[in-house]
Structures are given as structure tokens and as C-alpha cells.
């Protein structure tokens, strides 16, 4: 199988500090890398580790993909090492993709905790650049504190383009957002089921509240998506960890319809 | 075609001429290693592994650098020098069909598989864990065999091509060739039986069964049962740095394991014994089955005689069956 692991090179074009031990790599793959919303690459350094992430930057651009990568552990702290112009190793893209084109026509929210926005950036480029084909677009997006919120740049961006709430668990002099945590806020919302589909991605526990509120304001399993994480080391269905039941995340997902994994729960 | 070879060295001495030839040796315990010179193979028993690491070597360093770290170091394929291997008996066979469907997509593994003659050993008797019968396999199934061979009561061996690359192999043999020959024996033993009709529907939603806690409970987490196994195939992905060398490798892996699943955020959604062998369970009796519509299993009985605290798949299966959902 190892052919099916081989990678290829990309070259840091530019690392943005976004949060505390969080940061954001554009790179420049040395093979043009077309990418679905939702999917994932592996990024390593020899000698060091492989680990894997969400693609977070813009599917229209070409020629450059972005990870926004927490310092965690042993791959994950070398790679807050690298400065523009270093190179990497880079095989992907991998696992299945949001099905934006079944929204068409639909009220689309998406919701996000901490840096589970990295998968859902590119879901927003996406809707943004076709925002006519849907009733309507908003962003519900927390996190602990105003400081571990990421993409602030294009957070007030989207502002003048969507319905955007944005909220802390814990305010800090300086914030005008919303307190609270995000199933709280979509409660508070009184988001409403009629017409929607609700994308939700961000820490366990955030999709496990996220999707209980979702239920008590009337949304049904079929109207809601998540992305599942797992361990992972070949990304290629392979290697036997990331499965849940029959299928493995990193080949059948990471993209599911709560109604595809709610009986696992 | 069908040949009587007097003895098994002229066999082996023939295929030395046809490649590389592995065999169950004796080194303490018996496994499929490169027959060296004058080194008789052991066919006496299943050998205590199965070929598994001959079909996924157990460490591949597919990128390899020397003295420095470079991120384009160059790609090392596996080595597809012609090979025979000798021995493998019908559940061992049957267990690679296992690696042939996951792997199907490689093309490494296809090249390693295709440089591979598969000489297998139809089986004399049956050691009091065997239990391929139960699983759709049977001990003297020619199945997948390029070439088959058994043991006749006075001492010859009957050989026999069994496909292309088989007839291909033995196409210059210089043996006595038979048209009648004596049917192969098969000495029967007590041994494991496992009702496998119904078993992996059965197994679905059986998930948060507390059948599982007592069936983890004794479990050391020595992960034994999935390295001596014909059809397991988990693998990690790792780089390794030495003095003068490095590179990424593929390194078998086992479900068993506690960092199998354990992630940097410390969560781990396999954390407790009973979640581990579970998953090794039913991977092969309920996940494998609804992808691949067969058993990833082959009987070959080594996790029952491997396990240092005597847990037994057949025991726990059944067990399951009574317990789980009454
Ligand atoms: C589909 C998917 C998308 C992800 N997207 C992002 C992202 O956008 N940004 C981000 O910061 N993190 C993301 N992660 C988590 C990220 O992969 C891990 O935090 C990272 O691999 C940790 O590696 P490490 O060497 O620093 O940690 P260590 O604990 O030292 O890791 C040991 C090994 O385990 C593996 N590993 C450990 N934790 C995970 C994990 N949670 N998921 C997968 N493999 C793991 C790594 O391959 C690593 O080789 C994602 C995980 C998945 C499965
Ligand atoms: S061989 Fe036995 S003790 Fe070891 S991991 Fe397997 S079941 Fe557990
Ligand atoms: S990461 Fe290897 S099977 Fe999914």
C-alpha cells in the first residue's frame, strides 16, 4: 500500500499567526491541488511526522492551499517551526466533501467552534462566491475566548456579506459579541428549521450541545452535517484506525448527514 | 499436471531455480523466513505466524534519506524479485484473500503479489485449534494455490499446478509425472466449531453490549492475537531517525494497542479494553463482512493458541450470541 502513501513537495508561501499556538500555513504544492470543501491533506516533515488537516483556504484559488494548524504535539510543533520559503511534504486531498450544491435554494448556517472554522472556511468562500442560489446564508461562531476566535480579517469581512453572530464563553474588556456558548446562542436565536440545513463543526462536545439544540428547535438529522475526526495515518482507508462501525472517517467522511451517524452516538 | 517428488529436498531444490523460496523455519518457534542452504522447511504443525509479513513487511521504509532530512527523498517500492513461497497452508491462503481485497488498489502490493508463487501444503492433521471449516475454508482446499502439494503414507509428495503462474512455475520440472495418484489423508482432531450462519448480521448493533466487558477482562493488551494473524492487516505510519539514516516507514499496527486510537488532545474513543476488542471482533466478523461480504477470519486457530491468558474467538463469539441480546 505504500505507493498509495507516496507525497509530493509544496513550499510555505506565508505563516499567519491566528490565536494563541495557532497558525495558518499557505502553501504552493509543486502539483496543482484541486480541493472540495471538506477535505483534508497530510502535511509532514521528514524525520519528524506526517499529521493531518482540514483544508481551510479558498477551493476557487489555484495553486495554494492553506492549514491552520494547533501546536499539540510532535508534528504539530515542528511544523509552527516553519518560516516562508521552507518546504513540506503534502499528499491529499482525501475524504469526501460538504454537498453544497444540494443547498441550492435553501437557508444554509453554519456553525463553528474554536478552529473547527478551518473546515468550514472554505464551505463560506464557497457559498459567498455563489450567494445568489441560496435563500440565505449566516454564521454562528465561538469560542472560548475573543482571542482563540480565528480568521478575524475575514470574520468582519463576512460581516457585510452574511448574517454573522459571533460569541465568547467568557467576555474580556474590549468585546461587543455575544457571551455565551454556541448551542446556547443558536437557542437564543431561535433558529428556525423551515427551509434549512445547518452545518455544525468544532469540539465534540460543541456538536454534541450543538445537536441537541438543533433537535429542540425542530431541525431533523437529515437537515444537519458535522465532520467526524478520528486518528488518522494513511488517509486512505487503509490502515485500519479511523473507523466508525463499518466506515472509515478518513475515506467514507470526514463530511456526514447526522442521520448517517446519529445511531453511533 | 501432477508430479510424485520422492522427497521434499528435491522439491525445494527444483524452486530454488525459480526464485527466492520462504518456508516455515525453525528458530524457536516456526515462521516463514528465506530458506537458507541445506535448511530443510518445517511442515510439521502450523507455523506459530502466518506469512502475513511476506505479502506487508512488518517495517517498510518507503522514503528513505541518508545523513541529512530532505523532504524529497526518493521513493523505495518493495523488492518484486521473483519468490516461492513454500508451505503456506489452506488457511493462510485463504487469509490472503483478506489483503488482496483491502490492498486491491495498491500497486506495490499487486507487483509483490504477482512476483509471489504460492506453493501451499494441504493439510495432514488438524491441530486442536483449527477451525477453517467453520469460516468457509477447509484443510485440504486447493483455493488460491498456484501450486499444491501434500504427503502421501510413504513419505512421497504428490504436487500438483493448480493455475497459470503454477503451471508456469513447474513448467520444467523434472519429476515423474502421475496420472493416478493416492487421494490426500487428513487425521481429524476435537477442535473449535463456530455457527457462522447469521453470525455478522447478528453482531450489528451489538456495539454497547456488556458482553464486552467480560470479554476484555482478561485481556493484557499483549496484542499477540493480531500478529500472528493471517488477516489482519493495521498498519501505523512512522519517522524514524538514526545516526545516519531516516525515513518514513509503514509498521504493523494493532487494534489491541491503547495509542492505536489515541489522539493529541489525549481523547481516545477506543480508551478501555472492552472498545479494543471489540473493535478487533467485530472488524472481522460485522464491519468486514458489510464492506466485503465475507468473514475476516480464515480459522487458523493462531490468536487461541497465542493468547497468554487463553481467550479464544470461537468461546466469545458464541458467547455473544447467547448474551449480547438476551
Ligand atoms: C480529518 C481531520 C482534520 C483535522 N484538521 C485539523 C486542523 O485543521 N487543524 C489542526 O490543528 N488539527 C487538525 N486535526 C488534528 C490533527 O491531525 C492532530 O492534532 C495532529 O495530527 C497531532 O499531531 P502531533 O504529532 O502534533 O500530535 P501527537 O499526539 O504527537 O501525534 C501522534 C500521531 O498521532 C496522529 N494524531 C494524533 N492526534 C490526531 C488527531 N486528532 N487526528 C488525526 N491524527 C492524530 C498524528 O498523525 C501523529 O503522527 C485534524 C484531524 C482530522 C482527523
Ligand atoms: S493475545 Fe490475548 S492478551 Fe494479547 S492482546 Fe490478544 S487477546 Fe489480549
Ligand atoms: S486513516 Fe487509515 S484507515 Fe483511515
Known sequence: MIDLLKTETAKVLDVVDEAPGLKTFVLEPANAMRFSPGQFVFVSKLGVGESVFAISSDPRESGKIAVSVQAL?????????????????????YGNSFPIDEWRGKRVIVIGGGIGLAPLRPVIYSLLGRKHEFQSLSLIYGARLPELLVYKPELERWKGEMDVHLTVDEAKDGWHGKVGVVPKVM???????????AVICGPPVMIRFGHIALKDLGFSDEQVYTTLEMKMKCGVGLCGRCNVDHRYICKDGPVFRMDEINHLE | MTWIVDDLESLVKFLRGKGTVYAPVDSGGTYFGELAREQEPELDGLSDVSARHLFQPMTHYYLKFEDRPDATAGFRDYDTAPRVVLGMRPCDVKGLEVHDRVFAESESYRKLRNATAIVGYLCPARDPTCFCDSVGGAPLSREGM??????????????????????????????????????PTFVEADHPKLETLGL????????????????????????VCTYV?????????????????GGRATVWDSCQARSFTKEASGHNPRAGKPERVRQRILHKFNYYPKVHGA????????????????????????????????
Not at chain 2, 455478522?200 to 496484542?223: H, M, P, Q, Y
Not at chain 2, 477470519?297 to 438476551?326: D, F, Q, W
Open chain 2, 229 to 245: 494473524c493471517p488477516t489482519c492487516h493495521c498498519f501505523t505510519v512512522t519517522d524514524e531517525v538514526f545516526a545516519t539514516e
Open chain 2, 295 to 326: 468473514l475476516m477470519c480464515s480459522g487458523c486457530g493462531r490468536c487461541i493458541k497465542g493468547c497468554p491468558t487463553g481467550r479464544n474467538i470461537v468461546e466469545e463469539l458464541t458467547l455473544l450470541r447467547g448474551g449480547a441480546r438476551s
Open chain 2, 200 to 223: 455478522a448480521e447478528f453482531l450489528n448493533g451489538t456495539e454497547g453490549s456488556d458482553v464486552w466487558k467480560d470479554i476484555g477482562f482478561a485481556c493484557v493488551n499483549c496484542r
Open chain 1, 187 to 197: 437557542t437564543d436565536l431561535a433558529l428556525s428549521p423551515e427551509n434549512a440545513v
Open chain 2, 146 to 183: 498456484d501450486v499444491s502439494f501434500y504427503r502421501t503414507d510413504d513419505g512421497k509428495f504428490v504436487v500438483t499446478a493448480e493455475t497459470d503462474r503454477g503451471r508456469t512455475l513447474m513448467q520444467d520440472a523434472p519429476f515423474a509425472s502421475a496420472a493416478q495418484v493416492p487421494a
Open chain 1, 73 to 93: 504535539g510532535k508534528n504539530t510543533n515542528a511544523l509552527h517551526e516553519l518560516d516562508p520559503g521552507e518546504s513540506v511534504g503534502l499528499r491529499g486531498p
